[in-house]
């Protein structure tokens, strides 16, 4: 009865008004973790600490080193490392973000979009704040770190992001429809790309048999690409990461359109079935 009729605003004061929603569900997002922000992102540093350390006494011991490429070790096992937790926490937080029967869409300024888009950027925030600290460590503490191309590398990176959040947003769209299975094929993907995303070896070492078994996987091609650009004597043959970019784009229209449809068809005993 006394509610303002809202004005209609500009596109820089609505880009403005949306970003300033984005950051405040960000910090919400990364909190959500923990409420220290700076314990989560701590956390999130040990256990990219605990993958690289426990992957380096694997090859250790099983005397895999020799098939690395030739350069600093602990570079080429970052490079799939860091990728492999960027895409597959990108998806999980996209997966993971409230959907159109949650409270916080009873808020007017809120919707699916920005809370899609919040979980996206803040999982990506805190896998690039990971890698910086951690790449600083090594340089500072052992020794330094050479990439011939970092922006290129970084660039995979971002691919490797988008590609999972893509993905994360296919599964995220029939999540209400299907609870368990989307939840058990999420959790298969994720532990099949402990193997299938290619992080233990290179693609160019690989036979042709086997090189058909890991082919189809965006992240597998991102990974290598990405040590094509961090080693200056390793050049991927068998890899392509424009596959990933329109894999993520395809995935990305997908599921834009299954968010869009799952939406209009919200129901709030969803969140009964979850």
């Not at 860091?82 to 949650?102: D, N, Q, R, W």
């Not at 910086?132 to 052992?142: D, P, R, S, T």
């Not at 970092?150 to 992001?161: H, N, Q, S």
């Not at 991102?222 to 991927?236: E, H, K, L, M, S």
Request: with cysteine; proline share 4%.
């Amino acid at each position: 009865m006394f509610q303002t009729r809202r004005k209609p605003q500009g596109g820089i004061t609505s880009a403005l008004s949306i970003a300033e929603l984005v950051y405040h569900s960000v910090v919400r997002s990364v909190r959500r973790q923990h409420n220290n922000a700076f314990v989560a992102i701590a956390m999130n540093i040990m256990q990219t600490v605990l993958f690289i350390a426990a992957f380096y006494v694997m090859f250790s011991v099983l005397g895999m080193r020799a098939s690395a490429v030739r350069g600093d070790f602990l570079i080429y096992l970052m490079t799939g490392i860091f990728l492999y937790m960027t895409h597959i926490k990108a998806l999980s937080a996209v997966l993971g973000s409230e959907g159109p029967a949650s409270p916080m869409m009873q808020h007017a300024p809120m919707n699916t979009i920005i809370s899609i888009l919040s979980a996206a950027v803040g999982a990506l925030y805190i896998q690039v704040l990971s890698l910086v600290i951690v790449l600083f460590a090594y340089h500072v503490a052992w020794t330094p770190v050479v990439i011939d191309q970092p922006f290129a590398a970084f660039g995979m990176l971002v691919v490797a992001w988008f590609s999972g959040c893509a993905l994360g947003l296919v599964f995220l769209a029939l999540k209400p429809w299907f609870p368990s299975i989307v939840a058990l094929l999420a959790m298969v993907y994720q532990r099949a790309n402990m193997v299938a995303s290619g992080k233990m070896f290179l693609a160019n070492s690989l036979p042709s048999f086997m090189l058909s078994m890991f082919d189809w996987n965006p992240l597998f091609h991102v990974i290598d690409q990405a040590r094509g650009f961090a080693f200056i004597n390793y050049n991927p043959r068998y890899s392509d990461w424009h596959y990933s970019m329109w894999i993520g784009v395809v995935a990305l229209m997908i599921g834009l359109m299954g968010e869009f449809y799952t939406r209009r068809h919200a129901s709030l005993s969803w969140d009964a079935r979850r």
